[in-house]
Every structure is written in C-alpha cells, then in structure tokens.
Nanobody, 123 residues
Framework: QVQLVESGGALVQAGGSLRLSCAAS????????MGWFRQAPGKEREFVTA????????YYADSVKGRFTISRDSAKYTVYLQMNSLKPEDTAVYYC????????????????WGQGTQVTVSS
C-alpha cells in the first residue's frame, strides 16, 4: 500500500518562503513520478510541479516557474517543494501525488494522493 504524507504547510507573509515535504512509503519509488497539486477554496485542483524520479526531469506550471523548486531525496523517498516569493494567490491546500514512470501535469493520471497540507499566504 502506497502512502504519501505531506508536511510543512503554514501561514506565511507575502514574499516569504516555505518548504513542503512529501514522505513516500510502501514500495520503491525509483520507477515513479511525483507531483504537487493545489486547490484553493472554490477553485479546481491545479498542477503545480512534478518530477520523474529516475531521471529527475521536472515540470512546472507557468504560475510558479522561477519561484518554486521540486526536488527528491532518493535515500529518504521524500519529495520537497521549495516555495519562494510566495504570493497570496498561492494560498491553497497542497497535495502530493504519485504515479508510475513518467510525470504528468494531469491529476487524473496519478494513482496515489496524500491528505494535503494547508499553505496560507497573507498580504
């Protein structure tokens, strides 16, 4: 059984930084891809970033390029989302997700999801 546990969400002022973590367990994730998605109140879930574990190839939504960075720690089976220059519009619940092989920007392609962690950016 694959489990994903996010952590690191918090209240932060605009311009600040946060690092989210997603700890994965249940199997070897070297053949998986991991993604971060977010959902703000009253809005649809949207893609943030993703990484293909084996190649470390990364993908970013235009709205976060240059501000957010995804990375992985193979020894800990943990994926990180470093968020800098945060804006109020980044406020959302952030979810970690996993799927086999290649990263995708579509949430429908992911098989496993974490419970989410709240990020609130005040102006």
């Amino acid at each position: 059984q694959v489990q994903l546990v996010e952590s690191g969400g918090a209240l932060v002022q605009a311009g600040g930084s946060l690092r989210l973590s997603c700890a994965a367990s249940g199997r070897s994730f070297r053949s998986y891809a991991m993604g971060w998605f977010r959902q703000a109140p009253g809005k649809e879930r949207e893609f943030v970033t993703a990484i293909t574990w084996s190649t470390a190839t990364t993908y970013y939504a235009d709205s976060v390029k240059g501000r957010f960075t995804i990375s992985r720690d193979s020894a800990k089976y943990t994926v990180y989302l470093q968020m800098n220059s945060l804006k109020p519009e980044d406020t959302a619940v952030y979810y970690c997700a996993a799927r086999r092989w290649i990263a995708s920007m579509s949430g429908d392609d992911y098989d496993y999801w974490g419970q989410g962690t709240q990020v609130t950016v005040s102006s």
